[in-house]
C-alpha cells in the first residue's frame, strides 16, 4: 500500500456522513477487488498548537474533514445542522456536494465556542492534457475519470467545452456518483473541430 500525504482519504457515501478531527494526515490508499481505488485513515488524533488570532492567544486549533452534504449561496453543509459560512471559504474554491473539505477550527478554553477559521479542499491537483470524454446538458466527463459541471467549473471567457477537447483541469477530491475527483477548472489546450 502507498502513503498519502495531506489530504483526507475518508470514503464519502450516499445517505453516510463522515468526519473525523484528525491532523496526522497520513493515510494508506490500496485497491479493491473490482479494480475501484479505496483510501482509509489510519490515525485519527486531535492536535493542538498556539494559535492568536486576533488577541486570542491559547486558542487549539483542530482540522475537520468531512464531506459536503449541501451548498447554498452563503453556506457550507456538511449535515443537516452543521453549516459553515462561505467567508472561511479559500479564494478562487466553489464548494460542491460531494466535495472532501478540511475546515481548520479552534475552541476557545473552557467554552463549547468553536471559532472556524478555513476552508478548503482536502486534495487539489493539476493535471495537463488530458481529454472531455463525455458531456451531456451542463455535465461532462474528463478522461472518463473526471466529473464536472458548467455550474461550477471555472473557465476561460468565451470557452464552452466540447467533445474531445484537449484541457489541462484542476481537480479536487469530490463523491460523485462513481468518479471521486470533480474538475473545478479548466483551459483548453487544443479544441475539436
Known sequence: MSSVQDGCALEC?????????????????????????????????????????????????????SCVTAVTSDAVYISNDTYFSMDIVSEGFVPYKGDWIQV??????????????????????HIDEVYI????????????AIFFTLDSLKLPPGYVPQLHDLVDVVIVESAQSCYTWRAVSMTPVQMSQ
Open 104 to 125: 481548520e477550527y479552534s475552541t476557545q478554553p473552557g467554552t463549547s465556542n468553536i471559532i472556524a477559521h478555513s476552508l478548503k479542499p482536502t486534495n487539489c491537483s
Open 13 to 65: 457515501s450516499q445517505g453516510t456522513e463522515r468526519s473525523a478531527v484528525v491532523t496526522d494526515t497520513e493515510h494508506r490508499a490500496g485497491r479493491r477487488r473490482d479494480g475501484s481505488s479505496t483510501r482509509m485513515l489510519t490515525e485519527v488524533e486531535p492536535f493542538s498548537h498556539p494559535f492568536d488570532c486576533n488577541g486570542l492567544s491559547g486558542l487549539r486549533t483542530r482540522l475537520l474533514i
Open 133 to 144: 470524454s463525455n458531456m451531456h446538458g451542463s455535465q461532462g466527463v474528463i478522461d472518463d
